[in-house]
């Protein structure tokens, strides 16, 4: 027979173990409404050129599109960027080290445009490329990676493969 307090002790981790997986289920109901959220290439502008060491500065805007009712935000943008069909480099857009509340908010039904610093190097095999984009000529640029969408609950990667012509 088991004592009266050792049933208590025992009903109290009980509970605790099923408040836990409520938690669980609770925070992962909200993964299929993150996985809505879309992320569209706005625009490569031309920020600068510095010739001695063969280095533009392009600034890459994304436009995040919130139609659930589940206000989020954007923690990581990890993508390639391409033109003409050419890699052109890598770049990576991070506010993982702000607390969620100094984060820029997409909130239920709105957008929000992220802008990131991309630093283009010639490095002789994408000579063309570099040449033309500093010299201001029209390109097609295109853009594959993943974005981070974070809410107060949980968290969902989703890739990407934008273009912009």
Request: glycine content about 6%; charged content about 20%; hydrophobic content about 40%.
């Amino acid at each position: 027979m088991i004592s009266r307090g050792r049933a208590v002790i025992l009903a109290c981790f009980a509970g605790l173990g099923l408040m836990m997986l409520y938690f669980v289920f609770y925070a992962n109901s909200f993964q299929p409404e993150l996985q809505q959220i879309k992320i569209n290439l706005v625009s490569v502008k031309l920020l600068d050129v510095d010739k001695i060491d063969k280095r533009a500065h392009l600034q890459v805007d994304y436009q995040l599109i919130n139609p659930t009712s589940v206000t989020t935000t954007i923690s990581t943008i990890n993508y390639d960027l391409y033109t003409n069909g050419k890699k052109i480099g890598e770049g990576h857009y991070s506010v993982e080290d702000i607390p969620m509340a100094g984060r820029p908010a997409l909130f239920p039904g709105s957008n929000v445009t992220v802008s990131d610093k991309f630093e283009l190097v010639d490095t002789g095999n994408i000579s063309d490329e570099y040449a033309a984009i500093t010299a201001g000529q029209p390109m097609k640029f295109e853009s594959k990676g993943q974005v981070t969408i974070e809410s107060a609950w949980t968290m969902v990667t989703n890739d990407f493969d934008l273009k912009l012509d």
